[in-house]
C-alpha cells in the first residue's frame, strides 16, 4: 500500500516553487530528445503540456477522442480566466487570490498547490497575449477585467463568451507548431483504454484507434493523464457528449488513488430539461447574475397558474414575487457562490415553487437592470421624460451589447424572449472537483503517471470559483508539469526506447481485447444509453444537490444494480474493427458504473457539509446561519483518497490530511 | 410530429452509400436536431439494425464536431447555428428532411455522416501559430498596447469553430474563408506582424495541396457560416498574400 506524501517543499508558501524548481533535477536537451511522453486529452490542460514539453525537446505523443485537438471540452468554456495582475489597482494580489481559491473552495484544498497556482496566473495571461489570443481591450489598448462571484476583486480576463475557445486555440496553435516540427505525433480518433505499467511505472496505453476499431500499443517514459472530468456519471451535465472518466479511471483501476469523488459543482444558471429525450444542459453564463435576479412567486396559486399557462411571469407584481437569495443573504445576494444559489434554488423548487411544468425552474430576470440602464441611458443622452417604452428600448441596447450571444443561445433553445420574459433556469452539474490524487510535482500514486487539469483533485476543494478552471488548466501544462516530469525523466535518460512487445504490453492489450469482445457477444437487448439514463437519474436524486444517509446508501445499492444489468443486457450493434460508436459508449458507461459508486460511497463517508457537498443531516441549527450547510474541520478537513481494491464496494480510504498555515480556516458566511 | 427522413448511409470511406428512408412517429418540436438523431438510433438499435454514425460532442455550438448538410444547407435552414443548435421547430409535420455529410474532395467520407477534415488541422500545421515559446517569459501582457477596434475585429475572425460548413457550401469546396480567418486574426495583431509573410504563404500552399477549391466571390460560406465569419477576411488574406508574394523571400 502506497502512502500518501504530498511532497509539499519546505519553506515559506511564497517561496515554495521558486525553491523546489531551484532544486529539482533536469534532463539535458541531447537527452531529452530520446524520452517519449504520452499526454492523453488536448484540452487546456493536455493541449499546453504536449506543447510545452515537445518545445522543451521531448518526444511527445498525444491522443484525443474527438477528430481535432481544437474540440476538446474547453473550448465550451465562456466567462474568463482569473489572474492576480492588479491591472485594475483595486488592491489584488497573489495572495489574494491564493486566500479566495481556498476560502471559495470551503478550505478542503491543499494550500502549497493553490499558492502555486496564483503565482503562475499572471505568466499565463503574459503568455496567452504573446501567442495572439485576442483578449477584450479597452479604449486605450489595454486589456479589460470583469468580476466573477465569490469575490471582491476584478481579476477576471476574456474574450467575450468565448473565453474557452480563445484560449484553446491558442495552446492548440502552440501544439500546431510542434506538430508541424514533428515534435509533437498527434493521434486524433483515438481512445486511451488502458494503463501500462512495466516493473511498477507508468510505461505506455493501450489506445483504441476509432476509425478502424484497432487497438494499437504505445510507450512512453511518462503518461500525462489530461481527460477532463466526469460530470457525464450524471449522464446530463453542461459537458459534451464524448467527456468521460475512461483514461482517469484505467489508471485508477492500476493503483492511482482517486481523490474526493463526491466534490461535484452544480452551476446555478442552466437551462431546466424540457423532456426525456433531452441529451444535455446547456449553461447560461455565471456573468448574468451581474445584472438578472433570481426570484419564483411567493404564492402557490400563482405557481399554479402559471403551471397551467394561466398567467405569466411578467403579471405577478414585485409583492407577490420572493427574490429568495435577496432575501436570504443580503450581504451577497444574487452573487453568492455557485454551491449557495443552486442549493436555495432547488430548496425553494421542492418546496413547490417551481415555475415550469416539471417543477424545476425559478426565473432569472433582468427587468429591473433593462429599466435602470435605459434610465441612466436616457439620462446622459438628455432625453427628458422619456416613456416606459423608450427607457426599455434603450435598456434592451444595452444588455445586449454585454449579454447579446447568451440572449440569443437562450432563444434559440427555448424559443422564448428573454428580453420580455424572464429566462427560466435551474441548476445542473457543470465541473467536477475531485479527481486522481496528486502530489505536488503532479504524479499520481504511480510514478511516472501524471494527472492534469480537471483531471486531478488538486487546487479547488469542494468548490471552484468561477474563471478558475481554464486558470488551473492552463497551469498545469504550461508551467507546473514542465519542469516537474524532468525531474522524475532525470533517472530515465539511459532507460532507450520501451518496446511494446513485452508480457505487460500483450497482457494490457489483451484485457482490453477482453472487454470489447464481450460486448461485442453479448446478446442483450437495450442500448447503452438506456443504462446510462438510469445511472445519471440515480445519481441526481440521491447524490445530486442535497445527499443524506439513507439516499445514498439505496444509490449504492440501485448502481449495483444497473452495472449487473448493463453487463447482462446492453446490446453493441455492428463490429469492432470499424467505427462503432455505440462500442465507444459502452466502454465508457461501464466505467462510469463503477465510478458512480465510489462517487456515492464517498459521500456517504463524509458525514459533513462542505462546498458542493451536502449533507442534509450536517445543517447549523439555530441562530444567524439557521438552514446553512455545517463543515466539520475537526473530523473531515481531509483529502479522502480511495485506493482500488477489486470492486468499489471494497475501495479504501486513505486520508491526506490538510494543513493551514497561512489561511485561518473559518466559516464561509454569505449572509 | 411525424418526419421522413432521407439519411447518407456509407458503411466505410471505400462503400458507394446510399440514400435510405426512416419514419420517426413521435418528435417534439421542442428537440435539437441531434436529439432527433438520437431518437433514430435509439429506433433502429431495438430495431436490431446499425445506428447512424454522425459527429457531435458539446452540443452548444462551439466545439464544430457537427457536420451535417440538411435540405441542401451545411447545418440546415436555420441561420447562425450550428446543427447541434438546430431544433426541429424548425420543420413541419409531415416533412421529408434530406441528411448528407459534408461534401468536399478535401472532406472524404469516413462512414455514414462523418468526414475526415483533417486537412484543416495540417493547414493549421503549416503556420496557423506564433512562433513564440510557452515558457512564460515574455513581456507584461500590457506592454503593447491594440487599439480596441483591431482587437475586436481580430476577435471575430479568431470565433471560426472550424465546422467546415464553408467549404461544404461553396460550389468551388474552397476553404479560403477558413483559412482566412486565421491569417486575419494574426495579421491583425502586433505579435502576428513578424512571421505574416511566411504564415500566409504556408498556409495557402497547404490549403491548395489539400485539394480545395478557388474562391469565386459567391459569398455563400459567408451566408453559411454558423459563426459569422465575415468575408472581408478573404479580401484581407488576399492583400497580404499579394504583399508577400510581391516582395523579397525570407
Redesign the interface.
Same mark, same amino acid.
Request: charged share 20%; aromatic share 4%; with cysteine.
Given at each position: 500500500m502506497a502512502t500518501l506524501d504530498a511532497k509539499i517543499p519546505e519553506g515559506p508558501i511564497k517561496d515554495k516553487w521558486t525553491n523546489h524548481k531551484n532544486h529539482i533535477n533536469l534532463v539535458n536537451p541531447a537527452n531529452k530528445r530520446s524520452i517519449d511522453i504520452i499526454v492523453v486529452g488536448t484540452g487546456l490542460a493536455g493541449g499546453s503540456a504536449a506543447a510545452s514539453l515537445a518545445e522543451m525537446g521531448y518526444s511527445v505523443k498525444a491522443f484525443c477522442f474527438q477528430d481535432s485537438p481544437r474540440r476538446a471540452h474547453s473550448i465550451a468554456a465562456q466567462g474568463g480566466i482569473n489572474a492576480a495582475k492588479n491591472y485594475q489597482n483595486d488592491g489584488d494580489s497573489i495572495f489574494r487570490l491564493f486566500y479566495d481559491t481556498v476560502k471559495g473552495g470551503d478550505y478542503r484544498s491543499r494550500e502549497a498547490n493553490v499558492y502555486r497556482l496564483a503565482e503562475v496566473s499572471g505568466n499565463i495571461i503574459d503568455q496567452c497575449v504573446a501567442q495572439g489570443v485576442p483578449f477584450a481591450r479597452e479604449y486605450g489598448g489595454l486589456l479589460d477585467n470583469r468580476s466573477f462571484g465569490g469575490v471582491l476583486v476584478s481579476r477576471t480576463f476574456y474574450a467575450k463568451g468565448q473565453t474557452g475557445q480563445q484560449l484553446l486555440l491558442g495552446a492548440y496553435s502552440a501544439m500546431n507548431r510542434q506538430i508541424g516540427k514533428g515534435k509533437i505525433k498527434m493521434y486524433n480518433r483515438h481512445e486511451m483504454l488502458e494503463l501500462v505499467k512495466v516493473e511498477g511505472k507508468a510505461r505506455g496505453i493501450i489506445a483504441r484507434d476509432l476509425v478502424t476499431g484497432k487497438l494499437e500499443r504505445h510507450s512512453a517514459h511518462a503518461v500525462v493523464i489530461a481527460s477532463g472530468g466526469y460530470g457525464n456519471v450524471f449522464y446530463l451535465s453542461t459537458n459534451a457528449m464524448g467527456s468521460n472518466v475512461t483514461a482517469a479511471w484505467r489508471v485508477h483501476k492500476k493503483g492511482a488513488y482517486f481523490a474526493n469523488p463526491c466534490y461535484t459543482q452544480i452551476h446555478p444558471t442552466c437551462i431546466p430539461r424540457s423532456g426525456d429525450y433531452q441529451s444535455k444542459l446547456t449553461l447560461m453564463s455565471e456573468s448574468l447574475r451581474n445584472d438578472g435576479r433570481i426570484w419564483v412567486p411567493a404564492k402557490k396559486e400563482d405557481v399554479m397558474a402559471i403551471r397551467e399557462g394561466k398567467m405569466n411571469a411578467v403579471d405577478i407584481p414585485a409583492e407577490n414575487r420572493d427574490y429568495f437569495l435577496e432575501r436570504r443573504y443580503p450581504a451577497f445576494g444574487n452573487l453568492v457562490p455557485r454551491d449557495v444559489a443552486s442549493r436555495a434554488a432547488k430548496e425553494r423548487c421542492d418546496a413547490g415553487f417551481g415555475v415550469n411544468k416539471t417543477g424545476e425552474a425559478v426565473y432569472l430576470d433582468f427587468a429591473s437592470a433593462i429599466h435602470r440602464y435605459g434610465s441612466e441611458k436616457a439620462m446622459i443622452s438628455g432625453e427628458e421624460n422619456p416613456s416606459e417604452s423608450r427607457i426599455k428600448e434603450l435598456g434592451e441596447a444595452v444588455i445586449e451589447s454585454k449579454y447579446g450571444n447568451l440572449f440569443q443561445m437562450y432563444e434559440k433553445i427555448t424559443d422564448f424572449n428573454p428580453y420580455k420574459t424572464p429566462m427560466m433556469i435551474y441548476p445542473a452539474v457543470h465541473y467536477t472537483m475531485g479527481g486522481i490524487w496528486v502530489d505536488y510535482n503532479l504524479m499520481t500514486t504511480i510514478p511516472g503517471c501524471y494527472a492534469a487539469g480537471e483531471a486531478n483533485f488538486s487546487d479547488h476543494g469542494a468548490n471552484r470559483l468561477g474563471a478558475s478552471a481554464l486558470m488551473q488548466g492552463l497551469a498545469d501544462g504550461y508551467f507546473v508539469l514542465p519542469y516537474t516530469i524532468g525531474d522524475y525523466l532525470s533517472d530515465d535518460i539511459r532507460t532507450g526506447e520501451i518496446s511494446t512487445e513485452t508480457t505487460e504490453f500483450v497482457e494490457a492489450e489483451n484485457a482490453v481485447k477482453k472487454r470489447v469482445d464481450g460486448f461485442m457477444n453479448n446478446k442483450g437487448s437495450k442500448s447503452v444509453d438506456h443504462f446510462h439514463k438510469l445511472l445519471g437519474k440515480v445519481m441526481w436524486d440521491k447524490v445530486g444537490m442535497a445527499r443524506n444517509e439513507k439516499g445514498l446508501k439505496e444509490a449504492i445499492e440501485e448502481i449495483r444494480q444497473i452495472r449487473a444489468d448493463f453487463h447482462k443486457d446492453v446490446m453493441i450493434p455492428g463490429e469492432p474493427y470499424e467505427m462503432n460508436m455505440e462500442l465507444e459508449k459502452a466502454l465508457r458507461v461501464e466505467d462510469f458504473l463503477e465510478l458512480g459508486e465510489l462517487f456515492a460511497k464517498d459521500a456517504l463517508d463524509r458525514t459533513e457539509s462542505c462546498g458542493g457537498h451536502f449533507r442534509e443531516e450536517s445543517t447549523e441549527v439555530g441562530g444567524p446561519q439557521d438552514g446553512e450547510a455545517k463543515r466539520d474541520d475537526e473530523n473531515f478537513a481531509y483529502v479522502a483518497a480511495w485506493e482500488w481494491t477489486g470492486d468499489p464496494s471494497n475501495s479504501v480510504v486513505h486520508k491526506e490530511q490538510l494543513t493551514f498555515n497561512d489561511i485561518e480556516l473559518k466559516q464561509r458566511s454569505y449572509k | 410530429m411525424k418526419v421522413t427522413l432521407k439519411v447518407w448511409r456509407q458503411? @466505410?470511406a471505400s462503400d458507394k452509400g446510399k440514400i435510405e428512408t426512416y419514419q420517426l412517429a413521435e418528435v417534439?418540436e421542442?428537440?435539437?436536431f441531434?436529439?432527433m438523431m438520437? /431518437?433514430l438510433?435509439?429506433q433502429?438499435?431495438?430495431e436490431?439494425?446499425?445506428?447512424v454514425?454522425f459527429?457531435?460532442?458539446?452540443?452548444?455550438?462551439?466545439?464544430? @464536431?457537427c457536420s451535417m448538410h440538411i435540405n441542401g444547407e451545411p447545418h440546415g435552414p436555420?441561420r447562425? /447555428?450550428t446543427t447541434c =443548435?438546430l431544433?426541429m421547430?424548425m420543420f413541419k409535420d409531415g416533412d421529408t428532411i434530406y441528411i448528407e455529410p459534408f461534401r468536399a474532395k478535401g472532406f472524404p467520407v469516413?462512414?455514414d455522416l /462523418?468526414v475526415?477534415?483533417?486537412a484543416?488541422?495540417r493547414i =493549421?500545421?503549416?503556420?496557423?501559430?506564433?512562433? /513564440?515559446?510557452? @515558457?512564460?517569459?515574455? =513581456?507584461? &501582457?500590457?506592454s503593447?498596447?491594440?487599439?480596441?477596434a483591431d &482587437?475586436?475585429k481580430?476577435?471575430d475572425a479568431?470565433?471560426c469553430?472550424?465546422c467546415g460548413a464553408c467549404v461544404a457550401a461553396c460550389k468551388n469546396a474552397s476553404a479560403m474563408l477558413f483559412v482566412s480567418a486565421k491569417v486575419s =486574426?494574426?495579421s491583425l495583431?502586433p505579435?502576428?506582424k513578424i512571421e505574416a509573410k511566411r504564415r500566409v504563404l504556408q498556409m495557402v500552399e497547404q490549403m491548395d495541396k489539400e485539394g480545395f477549391g478557388n474562391c469565386s466571390n459567391t459569398g455563400a460560406c459567408e451566408a453559411e457560416c454558423p459563426k459569422g465569419i465575415s468575408l472581408e477576411n478573404i479580401a484581407r488574406m488576399n492583400r497580404e498574400y499579394l504583399k508577400a508574394s510581391a516582395s523579397s523571400s525570407e
Open positions: - | 458503411k @466505410s417534439s421542442h428537440m435539437s441531434l436529439e438520437d /431518437v438510433n435509439e433502429l438499435i431495438t436490431g439494425k446499425i445506428p454514425a459527429d457531435h460532442d458539446c452540443r452548444e455550438g462551439i466545439c464544430g @464536431s436555420d447562425g /447555428v =443548435q431544433h421547430r469516413i462512414k /462523418v475526415d477534415r483533417s484543416f488541422d =493549421q500545421h503549416a503556420g496557423g501559430f506564433i512562433s /513564440v515559446p510557452t @515558457s512564460g517569459n515574455t =513581456q507584461d &501582457a500590457n503593447i498596447p491594440i487599439p480596441k &482587437a475586436d481580430a476577435f479568431a470565433t469553430i472550424g =486574426q494574426f495583431l505579435q502576428g
